[in-house]
């Protein structure tokens, strides 16, 4: 009974690594899109299926605490652009994750509210709740580049 028990945990621990070497990396654990995940500064990487270089560029910064977010872009202008709102994380009724916001200025509410999805430490995606088309991936960053924030990037 021993020898089954240790062949079959054996087993069970190769097909756990094997599971681990796809180029997808599917142990890469998803998390759940809180306050406290999505802290900190995500950098748009990609829209509706096309890489984002560095212009146009668009730089969101969450702050958990006063759910609240920063926004350096120049994706609707030809100059840079730093917009401030707050932002909300809610489940719809089939328990999906929804960020929403608003801005502090006389716009209002976001375009859309977006589905977090896939999220890891390092990335996340989001889709617009009433368009599935609209796609946008965002990737962790460490900071808002100086010439951005202070304005000096030629665009």
Not at 2 to 22: H, N, P, V
Not at 27 to 37: A, K, Q, S, V
Not at 42 to 53: C, I
Not at 101 to 126: E, L, N, P, R
């Amino acid at each position: 009974m021993k020898k089954l028990f240790r062949m079959t945990l054996a087993a069970l621990l190769l097909f756990t690594a094997a599971g681990c070497q796809s180029d997808e990396d599917p142990c890469t654990p998803f998390l759940d899109p809180t306050y406290g995940n999505m802290a900190g500064t995500w950098r748009l990487s990609a829209w509706n299926g096309v890489e984002q270089g560095d212009s146009p560029y668009m730089y969101i910064i969450f702050d958990r605490k006063e759910q609240a977010f920063s926004m350096y872009q120049n994706h609707d202008s030809g100059k840079s652009r730093y917009i401030t709102g707050s932002f909300e994380l809610v489940r719809d009724k089939n328990e999906h994750f929804v960020i929403k916001g608003i801005y502090d200025h006389a716009s209002g509410f976001w375009s859309h509210d977006y589905f977090i999805t896939a999220m890891t430490a390092s990335q996340m995606t989001w889709i617009a709740t009433d368009n599935p088309s609209d796609v946008s991936v965002y990737t962790r960053c460490d900071a808002v580049p100086e010439e951005i924030i202070n304005g000096t990037r030629a665009l």
